[in-house]
């Protein structure tokens, strides 16, 4: 059974936005600190963002100021929303806790930004 569902990915012209969701479908997984990791081609999967209960919201260099975190419990949902896009944020995204689990890694969502 998954664990993170992720979804919303897509085909965006740079400069334009897109909303990550991340459902986590195993009632035993806590939201309480969660991360999105992205990997782009022939690189490493790297952290984007964190929302922990305990630090508040933390992005990367790369992303601070376009991409936002947030997290809907009743929903066991995470999100991303990703504003003023650019080629190199393609990648496929993914959710997981943080510190990250290796058993918890969904299938990801492919974002494709066009320059």
């Known amino acids: 059974q998954a664990q993170m569902v992720e979804s919303g990915g897509g085909l965006v012209q740079a400069g334009g936005s897109l909303k990550l969701s991340c459902e986590v479908s195993?009632?035993?997984?806590?939201?309480?600190?969660m991360a999105w990791y992205r990997q782009a081609p022939g690189k490493q999967r790297d952290m984007v963002a964190t929302i922990r209960k305990y630090d508040g919201k933390n992005y990367a260099d790369s992303v601070k100021g376009r991409f936002t975190i947030s997290r809907d419990n009743a929903k066991r949902t995470v999100f991303l929303q990703m504003n003023n896009l650019k080629p190199e944020d393609t990648a496929v995204y993914y959710c997981?806790?943080?510190?990250?689990?290796?058993?918890?890694w969904g299938q990801g969502t492919q974002v494709t930004v066009s320059s």
């Open positions: 997981n806790v943080f510190p990250f689990i290796r058993h918890y």
């Open positions: 195993v009632r035993t997984v806590s939201l309480d600190n």
